[in-house]
């Protein structure tokens, strides 16, 4: 046998080798059977507040206007499956998140401020997910998913005994990203990861009320958008019990 063949089947033998570990029975990151997750996610979310003019009929709907920004917290969870794939896997799951109260102040009129509070910021994504190895620790991932978001829309203004009473937004949302994985073991990994979220827009409707009466009713719309660095801990199979 040449020496240029033997080259061949040594450089080919080792692949396989890195190959074997990497998806073998050894192999912390990934298995090569399909597995239920939980996933508990905490992180800071950088998010803004986009408002959308009104357009009169007939006419196109102007570009929203950036009108607030908050740095947030951001926690909650996921569960979901993955499915073996060569150096890898393809996770599916159902992620649910909330975020930090955020909002702003300002003088409108000489000793007259508005104020705008946005509260109860949630989100529900149905996620897919793509994992693959470098080693049999270390990997990295990407996707998105879509689903359903919204928030309460909370503005103020201090004028006699009117107040102004606000409403929820509910609309659809998306989100793409990726990120890092790093195996402790075989059952819990350590995700690292970016995401931009994005919800709406969609309309709240505020409420002028005079002195205990409404008054007059208006429609708004906004979106909310933000870019999250996210630290998620994986365990697979949690109900099983730990060797």
């Known amino acids: 046998m040449s020496m240029h063949g033997l080259t061949r089947i040594v450089v080919v033998a080792a692949l396989a080798s890195c190959a074997a570990s990497v998806r073998g029975e050894d192999s912390l990151l990934f298995a090569n059977e399909n597995r239920f997750y939980l996933a508990p996610i905490v992180g800071a979310s950088w998010g803004t507040l986009i408002y959308y003019e009104p357009a009169d009929p007939g006419e196109p709907?102007?570009?929203?206007?950036?009108?607030?920004?908050?740095?947030?917290?951001?926690?909650?969870?996921?569960?979901?499956?993955?499915?073996?794939?060569?150096?890898?896997?393809?996770?599916?799951?159902?992620?649910?998140?909330?975020?930090?109260?955020?909002?702003?102040?300002?003088?409108?009129?000489?000793?007259?401020?508005?104020?705008?509070?946005?509260?109860?910021?949630?989100?529900?994504?149905?996620n897919a997910w793509r994992d693959f190895s470098f080693t049999d620790r270390l990997g990295i991932y990407g996707g998105g998913g879509i689903g359903a978001g919204g928030y309460g829309v909370n503005p103020s203004i201090s004028f006699g005994n009117d107040v102004i009473i606000g409403s929820?937004?509910?609309?659809?949302?998306?989100?793409?990203?990726?990120?890092?994985?790093?195996?402790?073991?075989?059952?819990?990994?350590?995700?690292?990861?970016y995401r931009f979220y994005s919800v709406g827009p969609g309309n709240s409707t505020l409420q002028l009320i005079g002195n205990g009466t409404p008054v007059a009713s208006t429609a708004v719309s906004t979106s909310f958008a933000t870019s999250e660095m996210l630290l998620s801990l994986r365990v697979y199979e949690p109900f099983r019990r730990w060797r």
């Open 61 to 126: 709907s102007e570009p929203g206007q950036p009108i607030m920004n908050g740095n947030l917290f951001t926690a909650g969870g996921a569960a979901g499956v993955a499915f073996a794939r060569d150096r890898g896997q393809l996770r599916l799951e159902f992620e649910g998140r909330y975020r930090d109260n955020f909002g702003t102040s300002r003088e409108v009129l000489p000793g007259i401020s508005a104020s705008l509070q946005i509260t109860d910021n949630w989100s529900t994504m149905a």
């Open 168 to 193: 929820t937004m509910t609309a659809f949302a998306w989100q793409a990203g990726g990120g890092v994985l790093y195996a402790f073991n075989e059952r819990i990994t350590l995700d690292l990861g």
